[in-house]
């Protein structure tokens, strides 16, 4: 049995996570949950999985929550109580799956305390993948993606040697907009970049998709996960979402990892790793497939991933600017305060102000991620 603690367990990939270990009740075993405000799907996760501790990060909710549940369960809040949950004694496996920067100081907990960590949070390695991956190897942590790219990857990667490789082939689906123009892509509102063609994902990622920074992130985050140099690292765009990534041996065999795509997989594979269990997953059916088809991606129409490029080039602090300019312009778009193009606009600008320089601490990095998104903020008013 697996012990199992979720930091964002009322998310996209939380209540997917939960799902598989629905399904793998005699292998699995829930111990922490954590949401950052949604006490109603909080609630109910409890009943059904009957938790150790839960963690709510806004205090106010967390207090209506303790209400309703009486002493039955130690609830706990705001960054601490996130960190309770990710370094619980009793827990194996921490599915890190919140959104934004604000995953990085919990996972370093827990990497602290030699927890095995399912990374579903990229945002903190493109912050901080230099410091993380150190402290994993310090503290003996293992970390297992839960990026469906990266999980392809790992899986590629399983027997091989590492010396071996010649490139790494992240796929991209090419999000909402690929079919677009870029006058229909510049005034474009977010309903319109939320309908993803392919994947079931939170709206962020979503979004991140739909102006391709999500596979710019992803570059970095494969940087750091498997130890890459940037030009070892191609992007192709394959629409239908069945090849989730391939390696490229230094004898041009490529291996690649495919399916339906459904996040239950890679989620999954996480958890179960190193053994392969049953799923109820969708199987792939290779004779309604149709055909594969593979683009290059456009960075004219879709910049931000030449940004990201860019800023890991730079390295030093300059991807946690780009990530903090990302997370709060997105936020923007969502909202309807601004257009598409203002994304990679204003990403640039920030990296242009920004004087990069190499950290050592986490308080560094945080304080540079403060930093943007004051300045994002100033800009956009
Ligand atoms: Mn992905």
Redesign the pocket.
């Given at each position: 049995m697996k012990n199992i603690s979720i930091l964002g367990s009322t998310g996209s990939i939380g209540t997917q996570t939960l799902d598989v270990i629905k399904n793998h009740k005699e292998k699995f075993n829930v111990v922490g949950l954590s949401a950052l405000k949604n006490i109603d799907e909080l609630e109910k996760q409890i009943y059904e999985f009957n938790p150790e501790i839960v963690s709510v990060f806004n205090k106010e909710k967390a207090k209506i929550l303790s209400n309703r549940i009486g002493k039955k369960i130690k609830i706990v809040s705001g960054i601490e109580g996130l960190i309770e949950v990710a370094t619980l004694n009793s827990a194996d496996i921490i599915v890190t799956s919140v959104v934004g920067s604000i995953g990085l100081i919990p996972t370093l907990e827990a990497i602290k305390c030699s927890k095995t960590i399912a990374l579903a949070n990229k945002e903190t390695l493109v912050v901080a993948g230099e410091l993380v991956m150190k402290e994993a190897k310090k503290y003996n942590a293992t970390i297992i993606p839960v990026?469906?790219?990266h999980s392809a990857i790992f899986q590629c990667l399983q027997g091989e040697d590492v010396d071996n490789i010649s490139r790494i082939i992240l796929t991209a689906s090419g999000g909402s907009f690929r079919n677009c123009t870029k006058e229909e892509i510049k005034t474009a509102k977010a309903e319109d970049a939320l309908k993803h063609p392919t994947w079931n994902m939170g709206k962020k990622v979503t979004i991140d998709s739909a102006t391709l920074m999500?596979k710019g992130l992803?570059v970095i985050e494969a940087k750091w996960l498997f130890d890459m140099d940037l030009d070892k690292i191609d992007v192709v765009v394959h629409p239908q979402s069945i090849i989730h990534s391939m390696v490229e041996y230094k004898d041009y065999s490529i291996i690649s990892q495919m399916g339906t795509p459904d996040m239950r997989t890679p989620i999954q594979y996480a958890l179960s790793y190193p053994d392969r269990i049953n799923t109820n997953v969708k199987k792939l059916d290779f004779n309604s497939l149709g055909e594969l088809s593979f683009l290059s991606p456009d960075t004219e129409r879709f910049p931000c991933l030449s940004l990201a490029y860019e800023a890991l080039k730079v390295g030093k602090t300059m991807t946690s600017v780009l990530n903090g300019a990302n997370e709060v312009l997105v936020e923007y778009f969502l909202q309807n305060k601004i257009e598409f193009y203002d994304i990679p606009k204003f990403i640039e600008k920030a990296m242009m102000v920004h004087n990069p320089f190499s950290y050592e601490t986490v308080d560094e990095i945080l304080e540079v991620d403060k930093w943007v998104r004051g300045w994002i903020q100033n800009q956009i008013k």
């Open positions: 990026d469906s790219e999500n992803e």
